[in-house]
């Protein structure tokens, strides 16, 4: 196979060792990868080399990778897989809303990592063929979800969360992001009544598509939307 054929992964990383070890796993399943040990100049390497997936470490020498995922995304789509050594550190991120498709935590497996690239590439290279095509159709004037010729009807609640969701299938949506997308009067709620709406909304979902799973928990987290691949099951992603 031409190997410029090949999905082109850019691993950001200082820990030469553990940037080694991942590369070797995304070889092994078929990718290109090309290493930066410093956030300084990675953003000119991706504007000028275009790769098909980032990893990008939280803590770099040079440019940190807060700011270059926040660069990046503000003049590209490309998916981008954020990891840090502190798990308090996801939900900073989270809040910040930067737009990051993934966040992983370490120490990380390089096989599971290496699942999560597979993941994120089968979601973002179907977000265009699923938005034409649409597995659900919202109509929030009517507060109704359709499916296959079956429709739902909805709290306002209930749309307002599945439409925040749904216009960002495939990313991870904090809890606060979801709070303050549905309650814009800026009412104290918990975390435990999103979970509750969500818990609702899945119930009512199954109506429509019994055995596909549209709303994924990422655990301690928030939640992520996903239409199911062409064979009708849901993508396998984290969470």
């Known amino acids: 196979m031409n190997q410029t054929a090949l999905p082109l992964i850019l691993v950001v990383e200082d820990e030469e060792r553990l940037a080694d070890l991942v590369g070797d796993y995304l070889r092994a399943a078929g990718f290109r990868v090309h290493h930066l040990a410093t956030g300084t100049g990675a953003v000119a390497w991706i504007e000028r080399e275009g790769p098909d997936l980032i990893l990008l470490?939280?803590?770099?020498?040079?440019?940190?990778g807060l700011s270059i995922c926040r660069e990046v995304r503000s003049r590209s789509e490309v998916p981008v897989i954020m990891t840090t050594a502190r798990v308090e550190e996801i939900?900073?991120?989270?809040?910040?809303?930067?737009?990051?498709?993934?966040?992983?935590?370490?120490?990380?497996?390089?096989?599971?990592l290496t699942a999560r690239v597979k993941a994120v590439l089968r979601r973002t290279r179907r977000v265009p063929e699923q938005r034409r095509s649409g597995f659900l159709?919202?109509?929030?004037?009517?507060?109704?979800v359709s499916h296959d010729g079956k429709v739902i009807t909805l709290t306002a609640v209930e749309l307002a969360l599945l439409a925040a969701l749904h216009q960002a299938a495939g990313r991870i949506l904090s809890r606060n992001f979801l709070m303050d997308r549905i309650y814009s009067d800026n009412r104290v709620v918990s975390?435990?009544?999103?979970?509750?709406?969500?818990?609702?909304?899945?119930?009512?979902?199954?109506?429509?598509?019994p055995n596909v799973e549209l709303i994924h928990s990422v655990y301690g987290v928030g939640y992520r939307y996903e239409e199911p691949d062409v064979d009708g099951a849901s993508s396998q992603g984290p969470g």
């Open 91 to 112: 939900d900073r991120l989270l809040g910040l809303e930067l737009g990051a498709d993934d966040y992983v935590c370490k120490p990380y497996s390089p096989r599971e």
């Open 57 to 64: 470490d939280l803590m770099l020498p040079g440019q940190d």
């Open 191 to 209: 975390d435990r009544t999103i979970d509750s709406h969500i818990k609702k909304l899945r119930r009512r979902l199954a109506e429509l598509a």
């Open 137 to 144: 159709t919202l109509e929030p004037e009517r507060l109704q």
